[in-house]
């Protein structure tokens, strides 16, 4: 079983960054792929970018050249860097992992203000 956590989440104004964070209660690089997925109010829960375990990453092209993925194996966290925001980004964020089950975070509000 792995629990997720995210945190960092706020109010911040277009053109703004935000980092968040999410705490892992096991080793991240023994989950086989992590990342983040974002549900707006209204619209379907929709995929932001994930990490595989050996570090490739896939990014939705709408957050290309804004976000960056990471991790710290000595914190077991997960970081999304988001640069340049954008009143369009605003939603729940959620951290997502899969090892052999996916698992969820609780999400974290992002509100980006024009």
């Known amino acids: 079983q792995v629990q997720l956590v995210e945190s960092g989440g706020g109010l911040v104004q277009a053109g703004g960054s935000l980092r968040l964070s999410c705490s892992a209660s096991?080793?991240?690089?023994?989950?086989?792929?992590m990342g983040w997925y974002r549900q707006a109010p209204g619209k379907q829960r929709e995929f932001v970018v994930s990490i595989t375990k050996g570090g490739s990453t896939n990014y939705v092209d709408s957050v290309k050249g804004r976000f960056t993925i990471s991790r710290d194996s000595a914190k077991n966290t997960m970081y999304l860097q988001m640069n340049s925001l954008k009143p369009e980004d605003t939603a729940v964020y959620y951290c997502?992992?899969?090892?052999?089950?996916?698992?969820w975070g609780q999400g974290t509000q992002v509100t980006v203000s024009s």
């Open positions: 997502w992992g899969r090892y052999g089950l996916d698992y």
């Open positions: 096991a080793s991240i690089f023994s989950i086989n792929v």
